[in-house]
Each structure stands twice: as C-alpha cells, then as structure tokens.
C-alpha cells in the first residue's frame, strides 16, 4: 500500500529564517511526487511536480527536491504570506497524500 | 470554466438524510477524484474516473457513498443517510492525464448534525 508521511506537522519560523519540509513516500512504481499549498477554507494550490530522483524545481522562495524515498520543499527567507499548510502526494496507482506540514512564518 | 467547480460550498443535514455534492471539472479533463478531508488532516482519496469510467472506488468508506459521471464531464458523489462522521470537507479534483498535477476545486463543507 502506498504511503506518504511529512514532517514536521508544524513549524513556526520567523521571517527570513530558512528551513525545510520533509516529505517520505513508499510507492510501488511512483509515476510522479507533488507539492501543493493549502490555506485554510481553501482547496489545495499545485505547487510543483517532480518525476525522477535527483530532479529539482524552484518558484519563487521555494526549491522543491526529490530523491528514491523522500522529497523536500526548501524555504527561502519566508515572508509571513508563506504560511499555510504543505501537502506532498505521491502518483502510483492515485494520487495519495501526507498529513500536510503547518507553517507559521511570523513578522 | 477556468477551474474547479464544487457546489454547494456548504452543506448541514441532519443525520439520515441523503445529499449529493457536485463537481464540474475543468473542461477536458479526463480524470477526475473525490477525497474526504478532516479538519488538520490530508486528504484522503474515495474514488477515480477516467471519463466516465468509475476505476477506483477502492477509498470510499461504505456503501452508502456512490460516485458517478455519466458523460465523462461533471461528478456527483452522493451519500445516503448520513451519519455524523461523514461530516469533513470533500473535496474534486481533475487532470488532464494520469501523472500530470491534478487542480482542486473549493471543497464541500458537510457537517452531519
């Protein structure tokens, strides 16, 4: 079965302090490994799409990275607007998805 | 339209009652899912279309929840008499094939009272 856990569940930065988000995924044949946004009352926002280890994507102050068994989305001097929840999904058979990380970036 | 539409936004029933919440995927898109999520929690998958072929309903927690799109385009996911831990948010989604990142609507808000 596939499954998808991250962490931290939360992180409270503040602004301007770097960190990252964990993401461990076991798939069966992974197809692709995707970051979305979350804010609250809100469906989830795409983010990025990694397909193979190694593969690296950016936007903005985000960098998300991949490799066999895990991926990480890297924060780059978070402005308080990044605060929201990060969800990671895994594509094997369907998209599955982590509990999400809540991040708090304070002023 | 230019996103995923999910109607109504909110929806109370009392426990019992059947509902039915709609989804109009962005136009095109072949696959279209149905998660469950709780409140702090991901979400949690209950079914996939592939037009309008119902392939996975492996996540749907009991029979009382039926998935269709009968014209391979809008999905209606009903629940029959619900109970009162149905109440989550549910939430569609649709690609434009099987491994490209699938686009969310607002989600249904069902509370069960």
């Known amino acids: 079965e596939d499954q998808v856990t991250q962490s931290p569940e939360a992180l409270r930065l503040q602004e301007g302090e770097s960190s990252s988000l964990n993401c461990s995924y076991t798939v069966s044949g992974l197809r692709g490994l995707f970051w979305y946004r979350q804010d609250p009352g809100k469906g989830p926002e795409f983010l990025f799409t990694?397909?193979?280890a190694g593969e690296e994507k950016e936007k903005e102050r985000l960098k998300a990275t991949l490799t066999k068994k895990e991926s990480f989305l890297h924060i780059t001097a978070p402005k308080p607007e990044d605060s929201a929840t990060y969800l990671c999904?895994?594509?094997?058979?369907?998209?599955?998805f982590g509990p999400g990380t809540r991040l708090s970036v304070l002023p | 339209g230019a996103g995923v539409s999910q109607s109504p936004r909110y929806k109370v029933a009392k426990r019992g009652q059947d509902v039915a919440l709609r989804c109009d995927p962005i136009s095109g898109h072949v696959s279209l899912f149905w998660y469950q999520q709780a409140l702090g929690q991901g979400p949690e998958f209950l079914t996939y279309?592939?037009?309008?072929?119902?392939?996975?309903k492996s996540g749907l927690p009991s029979d009382r929840f039926f998935a269709e799109r009968p014209e391979g385009s809008v999905s209606t996911l009903k629940i029959q008499r619900t109970q009162q831990e149905d109440s989550a948010v549910y939430l569609c989604a649709s690609n434009k094939q099987y491994n490209t990142e699938a686009f969310f609507g607002q989600g249904t808000r069902l509370t069960v009272v």
């Open positions: 279309f592939q037009n309008e072929a119902q392939l996975d």
């Open positions: 990694l397909y193979s």
């Open positions: 999904a895994s594509y094997g058979q369907n998209f599955v």
